[in-house]
């Protein structure tokens, strides 16, 4: 009887989260109420309390969803093959999820949600992502810190572009190749 209790307390959470996304998605990543998530999944405000704690709950199980989904992502990227071909593939795959969703891109790279903080559980997959990027540099002869900082930093901010001034365009993602090669000619300049 437990188990069975269980798996509908995890689906019904499940539910409440599809219908804070898909909210999130069309009012923005702030703009939903809990009382328009309880009407969503067909049920009273209060009721959502029995799932989450607060509202900031919903955000930080959305954020590991979130996160799980990017590992998840680039756990799919091939790592064989020449450095400059896994960088582009990797750039390729992180620019395609971070682009994919507008709402998921707020509440992972840009902290808009004023006071959410995540909890450390959730965390702990954000840091899992960037130690498989460590890990992807590492196999590649790439091992300085500064390297992953301005890594994420170049795309992210092609990222950004291309969601804040041209979505569901290609203006920025066509930079990426160029931005994996300037990439690399400040890497072997920083090793000589």
Known sequence: MTDRRARRHEATRQEILSATWQLARTKGLTGWSLREVAQA????????YGYFDSKDAIYDA???QGYQQLLEHLGGIPTDGHPREVLRRSAHAFF???VADSARHQLLFLRVVPGFEPSVESYALAQEAVDQLRA??????IDRRESVDLWTALLSGLASQQVSNDPGGDRWARLIDPAVEMFLASELASAG
């Not at 999944?41 to 959502?48: C, H, N, T, Y």
């Not at 992807?136 to 002869?141: E, H, Y």
């Open 96 to 98: 395609d999820f971070y």
């Open 41 to 48: 999944v067909d049920m009273r405000a209060p009721s959502l």
């Open 136 to 141: 992807l540099f590492a196999a590649i002869g």
């Open 62 to 64: 959305m954020f590991a």
